[in-house]
């Protein structure tokens, strides 16, 4: 009887344990943190999807299950992003780094000349990739690479033709963003990388002629990326083979081939979780509450700094850096230890990286910053 009860305690010791483990905070900057709520509903409905008796994954993409929940997850989506009618939204593969060169492939046919604002690593890496099409010129139109990229560039009337300019909205590894997008680069046709910020920050659709990003960051697992384009863009794209153009994607409706079900699913999930939270203006004021306390506890520690200019901070990917390297890694070896993950900084910056997606709670940051606190009083200046 007593060694029983002891067993009974010993598992019900060890499921809370476990159960302690699956509240990890993930601060990643993707693929990242998704709602606890979207996790679980994938859990239970994974077995027999709506009844069917089989999983998402084994449903055909021609089937009215799929067709259904791709059309929900396209008109969930243009409400939260209030996408007027004349864009088309599409579900592709290939990520952020596909869309580089993609958008040169299909937009860059006149003077085959396209603008850069070079923020950083991806509008570099951008670049590259639209230079490496064919025909196709990248220009930087303005940058801050002299200053490390720890400012966002500073943009001067432009002169000259583009077809498009391409602006990287957040800079994912260096921490800065565009809070609003620049009236000048709004007189041409404008490309935005939303990757890491989309439904994080209210943008209007309107000031972009594309949108695109990768879903890993702020939308659901890796292997989809959404592109929301003008409908005129189609016009004037070449031709091209079929998974690299435009057109033909919106002609078939992003399922030319078998487009990446489970990825659209959870991310339809996440939608219709975003609605539920207030929208996309909603999660806007609860990540700047967020990034406020973090950038607060950081302008008030002797140990911890941003490298970033104050007016540029981004909302969603934070840098801190404490004076020393040893200090850095210490930090993010003892932040693992009490469940606080994925905080090292991307190796071009070093340091510290906490990304503050939409589906990290706010008791996350509040237990980050109880912890720099608490790191703080044992290695830094304040008591
Ligand atoms: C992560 C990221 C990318 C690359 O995305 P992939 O989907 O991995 O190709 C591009 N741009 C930005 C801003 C990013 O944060």
């Known amino acids: ?52 008796g089989m999983s998402i994954m084994e449903i055909s993409h021609r089937s009215s299950l799929f067709t259904d929940l ?87 009337p432009i002169t000259g033709q583009f077809d498009y300019l391409h602006l990287t909205v957040n800079n994912t590894i260096e921490g800065t963003m565009y809070h609003q997008i620049p009236a ?30 990768g879903a890993q960051k702020n939308i659901g697992p890796a292997g989809l990326t959404v592109v929301i384009l003008k409908h005129e863009l189609l016009q004037n794209a070449p031709e091209l083979p079929a998974m690299l153009s435009y057109p033909k994607q919106v002609q078939k409706h992003s399922a030319l081939n078998t487009p990446p079900v489970f990825a659209i699913y959870v991310a339809g999930l996440v939608f219709k979780w975003l609605l539920a939270q207030g929208g996309v203006a909603a999660m806007q004021e609860k990540n700047e509450q967020k990034a406020q306390l973090l950038y607060a506890e950081i302008e008030n520690s002797k140990l911890f700094k941003s490298p970033v200019a104050v007016e540029d901070r981004s909302l969603t990917n934070i840098p801190f850096v404490t004076g020393s390297a040893q200090l850095n890694q210490l930090f993010v070896a003892e932040a693992q230890a009490v469940g606080l993950l994925n905080l090292k900084g991307h190796r071009s910056v070093g340091g510290m990286r906490a990304s503050l997606y939409n589906a990290m709670p706010l008791a996350g940051v509040k237990r980050l910053v109880e912890f720099m606190q608490e790191f703080e009083r044992q290695h830094g200046g304040r008591n």
């Open 70 to 156: 791709q059309e929900t997850a396209e008109t969930d989506l243009r409400k939260l992003m209030q996408i007027p009618d004349n864009y088309d939204v599409l579900f592709l593969q290939g990520g952020g780094t596909l869309q580089f060169a993609m958008t040169a492939m299909n937009l860059a046919v006149k003077t085959k000349r396209v603008g850069f604002i070079d923020s950083g690593h991806w509008a570099q890496r951008a670049m590259e990739e639209t230079a490496l099409v064919k025909g196709t010129k990248a220009v930087v139109i303005a940058s801050s690479k002299n200053q490390k990229y720890t400012q966002l560039p500073k943009i001067e």
């Open 1 to 52: 009887m007593l060694s029983l009860l002891l067993i009974r305690n010993k598992t019900k010791k060890i499921k809370k344990e476990v159960g302690s483990l699956q509240r990890v905070y993930n601060f990643s900057a993707g693929p990242a943190v998704l709602p606890a709520e979207v996790v679980r509903t994938v859990q239970e409905e994974l077995p027999s999807y709506r009844r069917s």
């Open 184 to 213: 000048e680069l709004k007189k041409f046709p404008l490309v935005g990388d939303l990757s890491s910020i989309i439904l994080g920050y209210n943008y209007q659709v309107t000031d972009f002629d594309l949108i695109y990003a």
